[in-house]
């Protein structure tokens, strides 16, 4: 399963949010931080916002703040929110069909090993996993 | 015994009575040193229990712990409860000299996967696979009973 940049930054994000609760963060950190530019972060954190994961407070010592319950939300929650994960293979012209089936059998069974597994994986379970209750590392995201 | 059927019966929604009596003689009377039957209480009541038994070379697989059941009672969760029944098994295997502790869990069950994970449980060296043994007959309905899965 590969993941867009966007689900990359917005996984990063809410572990930075969540890794620090009781702070408002402003975005240019998170956007410092992860290379990316605050114009394409604020979509980003946006979507977040939408979904009730972060808050944002406007004005001085504002920012976005981890509202969400970091031992219940999982990666799925926050992957779905920017990916599309019902996607199927094209159809195949009518001789290939039965390949086709075949192999879309165990892509599906793939997938949802893959989905199984990121549902279960809380953000809690990963900042503990990350060892610290401090800030994730930045990362570089694909171009 | 009835408090957990009870437990048992408020999270999955089916009453075996019958089976945990299997259960209970196989795990807790005839439990007998690599057998593991805990329950957690609080004031005086069963709030959890945890079931497990060290198993040689199932799936040939070294000696290791094998834990099978585990519940708390949905008002008592997010308090340690669960990690606290899933610690004192393991060290109860570690102490029979096992270093490994596994279970099964249903795919889509993301509450148990995540508490499993949480406690620091991971993908193991085992891949469970099953397939439909059903006769034709019988195809239909067990392709409808895996669709209630």
């Not at chain 1, 992957?79 to 075949?102: K, R, Y």
């Not at chain 1, 994986?121 to 990963?126: G, N, Y």
Request: charged share 20%.
């Amino acid at each position: 399963m590969k993941l867009q940049k966007n689900t990359l930054l917005a996984l990063y994000s809410v572990l930075e949010f969540a890794a620090r609760p009781d702070e408002h963060i402003p975005a240019s950190e998170i956007a410092e931080k992860y290379g990316e530019s605050a114009h394409h972060l604020a979509k980003v954190l946006s979507e977040l916002v939408r979904a009730r994961i972060v808050a944002s407070v406007r004005g001085v010592g504002g920012g976005y703040r981890f509202i969400g319950n970091a031992r219940r939300l999982t990666l799925l929650n926050v992957i779905v929110l920017f990916e599309d994960l019902a996607q199927e293979l094209p159809e195949p012209p009518p001789p290939a069909s039965a390949t086709h089936n075949a192999l879309a059998s165990v892509l599906r069974e793939i997938d949802q090993i893959a989905l199984a597994t990121l549902g279960a994986v809380t953000i809690a379970t990963l900042l503990k996993d990350i060892g610290r209750v401090g800030r994730p590392q930045a990362a570089a995201l694909p171009e | 015994m009835p408090a957990v059927v009870a437990l048992d019966a408020t999270v999955t929604g089916l009453h075996k009575a019958a089976y945990w009596q299997r259960v209970y003689r196989r795990y807790g009377v005839n439990g007998q040193g690599q057998r593991h039957f805990l329950v957690a209480e609080h004031e005086g009541r069963v709030c959890g229990f945890a079931i497990g038994e060290v198993r040689d070379w199932e799936f040939g697989a070294p000696p290791c712990g094998w834990l099978f059941a585990i519940d708390v009672m949905p008002s008592a969760r997010q308090a340690g409860v669960g990690g606290r029944l899933l610690g004192e098994l393991a060290e109860r295997f570690r102490r029979e000299g096992v270093d490994t502790l596994r279970t099964m869990t249903a795919s889509g069950n993301s509450l148990i996967q995540s508490f499993f994970r949480s406690q620091g449980m991971r993908a193991g060296h085992l891949l469970p696979l099953e397939m439909d043994i059903a006769a034709p007959a019988d195809a239909e309905a067990a392709v409808a009973r895996k669709a209630r899965r």
